[in-house]
């Protein structure tokens, strides 16, 4: 008890600290989450409760200092209130693009998002900043011959291996998702890229959209003879190809979508510099549209930023968030930029079938049931989790349906190319979700539709694709192909990778 008396003050002070981050900081992170039944609760109170010990050890080494602790602790809480005020009331998941926005948006914009809720927030904040900076001042704080010495040393190396076993499991929210974010922001655009020569096109009014799904695996599409009704609108549309043995080694979007959208195979390690699939169309002076609804990751933004149009419909809500907009968002820009008798290449880049399921589609399309009620996973039943994915593969049916509805109406030279990034495993050996090995991870859903005017002008093409659709498909097949579906002179590439060349 003598011992405890001796460090009173310091440990008093690291409870009101905490208390102080718990409250500001990392309970943000936490109070959107869907749960549902004791399993559920048990497992996300564990998981903040280690998420905030960690952050325990990591401040209490900064308060050893002085000069450490009262430059840096009112900045950092200061700066993780404010990023904890957006995620408590705007469920807005903090990630690079987010940071992206911060830094390069306009100064009337953020005048316009200040608000009294936010006012009140930040004197709140600074309030209990100024109070504990008083009380470190105050008393003996700094004492390293302390048992919360112990302690914090077992609080950082719990981070470490937290982040060992499950990369993402504390750098995925507050206060580690900011800096994180921060470092992903300075570090963005890594890809190289060569310069590209000059190139011409032969094509005539190529109007290509390709659609770039999230998730969805080829499996459990109606049109590969999956037993649900899951392309109820695609099944009465003539001109389809669905390909059913598609393959990738990338199991996660930012790998991925660097090799689609480039010349690089799937066994490059991107240490000598790719052609930009965006770029090389520019060049040729096909018009290029980028609409996308994922907050662009830095393995893939330079695409984004290199098309002539882009937009992010939803830039605030990332993945991670619960508020996410819905893909049919997409739509209203997209028939907008589509223009008919244009060569023209639209990227329409979906949230698709990323988990959490149920914030991908709206309540119509909720027609297999029983869905998930609880985030975490192990609460869930089978059933549950197909059942909330098979609706978002019925949402993508809508989605598809309702982008060529509106191309067929243009009567244009057209083509749509749907591909998702990657499959999903869907409890296949007790696995769920992606970023993971696995068939349904690595078999991809892929379709193409063709307009009327395309078979028409270019039947051997239709034909060509029709007979590649009953063999196995690479995902680096998209940069010859779309090199040669419009007919580009003057860029190397690997003709035997090309849907089209027999």
Sequence with gaps: MEALKKFKHQIIFHLIVNFAITAFVTLPSFVHYPLAGLKGYLFYTAHFLALQFSVFGFVYFISLNRFAFNFLFPILFTLFSVAGYWVYFHDIAISQGIIQISLETTPDIVVGLISWPLITYLILSLALCLIILKLYNRWNIRQLMSPLTILAVMAVISYFAMESYKHGAFTRRLPYNVIYAIREY?????????????????????????ILGESARADHLELNGYHRPTNPLLLKRSNIISFSDTFTPFTYTAQSLRQILTDATFTDDYSQPKYSLIDVLNKAGIESNWIGNQTPEKSFEIFKDQARFSTIIDPMHSELSFQKAYDDQLLPDFKRVFIPGKNQFTVLHMMGSHWWYETRYPETFRQFLPVVDNKHIGSNSADQMINSYDNTILYLDYFIDQTIEHIQ??????LVIYLSDHGEMLGEDGMW??????????NPAMLIWYSDKFKTRYPEIVEELATRS?????????????????????????????????
């Design 186 to 210: 300075a570090d963005r655009n890594q890809l190289q890229l060569k310069k590209v020569p000059l190139v011409t096109t032969e094509a005539d009014s190529l109007n290509i959209v390709f």
């Design 409 to 414: 109406k243009q009567n244009a030279n057209s």
């Design 433 to 442: 979700l992606h970023a993971q090995d696995g068939r349904g991870v690595s």
């Design 470 to 502: 009953t063999g196995r498909v690479n995902l680096d097949f998209v940069f010859p192909t779309i090199i040669d579906l419009y007919r580009i002179n003057g860029i190397g590439h690997d003709k035997t990778k090309s849907l089209i060349v027999k």
